[in-house]
């Protein structure tokens, strides 16, 4: 069964940085397109990034392009979200997402992931 452990939340202020480690188990990681998605107070999920399964291709919401960037080492089983620039409007609860099969186009949706993490909290304040 796969599992996905997230890491490296926390609080900072607006301006700053963090790094979210994400953790895969279970399966071969190098097949799989992976995601963070995150969801904040009161609003729906959202997608954040993706990345194909050789992390040559990615994708971003258009909300955090040119602040994020997600990244992964598949010797490591483990994808990133390096976030900078944070901003308020950040603060959310982020997941790492997998999904089921093999695709060669990156899934953008919520719908395509069969696989999450248990979240972990950014919170930025101003």
């Known amino acids: 069964q796969v599992q996905l452990v997230e890491s490296g939340g926390g609080s900072v202020q607006s301006g700053g940085s963090l790094r979210l480690t994400c953790a895969y188990s279970g399966r071969i990681f190098s097949n799989y397109c992976m995601a963070w998605f995150r969801q904040g107070p009161g609003s729906e999920r959202e997608f954040v990034a993706a990345?194909?399964?050789?992390?040559?291709?990615?994708d971003y919401a258009d909300s955090v392009r040119g602040r994020f960037t997600i990244s992964r080492d598949n010797a490591k089983n483990t994808m990133y979200l390096q976030m900078n620039s944070l901003k308020p409007e950040d603060t959310a609860v982020y997941y790492c997402a997998a999904p089921s099969y093999w695709s060669r186009d990156i899934p953008l949706s919520a719908a395509e992931y069969d696989y999450w993490g248990q979240g972990t909290q950014v919170t930025v304040s101003s």
């Open positions: 990345i194909s399964q050789s992390g040559h291709s990615t």
